[in-house]
């Protein structure tokens, strides 16, 4: 099963907790909260093709943190860059102040987060320093 094109009928309710957004041409997009929609199937239903899905930065918010990531779950410098670009109209428009900052996830691990890169803490992102 291919995760960013199904999705499977039990994770609906996952999709509805979270709050999701997609980063395209500079500007960030939000899934209507509480939507059982993928991200795929909220950008298929704005015409987006599965090429231009998978070069985009897309996140959500959960439970105290949020996790940004592209194509198959992965990221790169590219994603983290604008991720950071457009990580304060995200919490601002979330109503969310203090958070943990993921990047990437692991399908083959049931989702488990790649890259903890830090917290964002009332508008100060603190990255994490590894020894």
Known sequence: MDYRYEIKEESRD???????FIIINGEVKYIPEGSEMSHFEFCSSIG????????????????????FYKDNFIYDDGVIVEALAHIDEIAEHLGINNFDIYFGQLPEQNFAFDYHYGKYESGTINKILVH
């Open 14 to 20: 996952f999709h509805k907790q979270r709050k999701s």
């Open 48 to 67: 987006m093709d599965k090429d231009t899905f998978d070069k985009i930065t897309r996140g959500y918010y959960l439970n105290g943190y949020v996790s």
